[in-house]
């Protein structure tokens, strides 16, 4: 075997064996999409249509089993006064998701507003939008939303709102920063020089653009979102009992850890598995548009 033979298969053999290596991680990459992308579908049947997948009552209580442990009638045990938790995590999906869809609705609509009011219009009214956002942003969102139901109350509806206007200063600043980006791109000053009216621009190219990153932005903040809403429930400040909702339900059961473990866990790994996918499936959005870009 010549030197040249010898010097192609050993560059062939690392490249090869990379090559391998990069194929299995795509695989693994999207086979956790997949299964994101599934149990987001699980999770809005769970929300849609919770009657499908479950025959009992969710406010049902049975004091004969009070914490019984997962069984075949039970098959993630009972709560405290004996409630099925399997049932009341089904049903509960539609409250939480709930919290997150409305504040993520909320901070989007105002949050897209307010930043193409702070790249379109005139600079001191880009300044005044943008101090009154650095004020939103200095404080905490968890915090701000408290603060917001301090003022006006708790309650779902109260709740989902400040959530909602807790989020709007990030919306705002990726918002301003495409439209600031997109009006000095080569296409829009073409636009300009076509003779098309300022409205036709910013509605047939520039709106659309400057939004793009509005789906990943929402898909991320979904989780972030609920997960706040959960937390407003466990603090008392969201949906009250007795509604099924999994922050609330976490709030009751964590007086019972050691008594029965799985009133707690379950409704906290739905809540997890619920984040996690959203930002899997956010991440893997924002992978794709910057591709195309």
């Keep these: 075997m010549s030197a040249a033979t010898t010097l192609i298969g ?14 299995a991680g795509a695989i693994t990459e999207r086979i956790i999409l997949v299964a994101c992308l599934g149990l987001l579908g699980l999770f809005a049947v769970f929300a849609l249509w919770p009657s499908l997948l479950t025959w009992q009552d969710p406010f ?27 049932t009341r995590i089904v ?3 539609r409250s939480t998701l709930a919290l997150g869809v409305g504040a993520v609705l909320i901070s989007l609509t105002l949050g897209t507003v307010a930043g193409l009011l702070a790249g379109l219009a005139p600079r001191w009214v880009s300044m005044i939008v943008m101090r009154g956002n650095d004020i939103g942003a200095a ?35 990726v918002i301003r920063a495409e439209t600031l980006k997109i009006r000095r791109a080569t296409f829009i000053e073409a636009a300009h020089g076509l003779g098309l009216s300022r409205t036709t621009v910013l509605v047939r190219h520039l709106a659309p653009n400057a939004l793009r990153p509005v789906v990943v932005i929402a898909t991320l903040g979904l989780g ?56 899997i499936v956010g991440r893997r959005i924002q992978k794709s548009l910057e591709g195309r870009r």
């Design 60 to 86: 049902a209580a049975d004091r004969s089993l009070i914490l019984a442990p997962p069984s075949l009638t039970h098959p993630l045990g009972t709560d405290e006064i004996g409630r099925d938790v399997y």
């Design 139 to 173: 404080f905490p969102e968890l915090l701000l939303a408290i603060l917001i139901i301090a003022l006006f109350g708790g309650g779902p509806v109260n709740a989902a709102i400040a959530i909602g206007i807790a989020g709007i200063p990030y919306y705002v600043r």
């Design 10 to 23: 050993e560059t062939r053999g690392p490249a090869r064996r990379r090559t391998g290596v990069i194929g």
């Design 91 to 93: 049903y509960g999906t």
């Design 224 to 279: 972030g979102a609920t997960l706040a809403g959960a937390g407003l429930s466990f603090l008392g400040l969201g949906t009250a009992p007795p509604a099924p909702e999994w922050g609330s339900m976490l709030s009751n059961a964590r007086s019972f850890l050691g008594l029965g473990w799985w009133a707690a866990v379950f409704p906290g790994l739905a809540l997890t598995l619920f984040v996690a996918s959203t930002t």
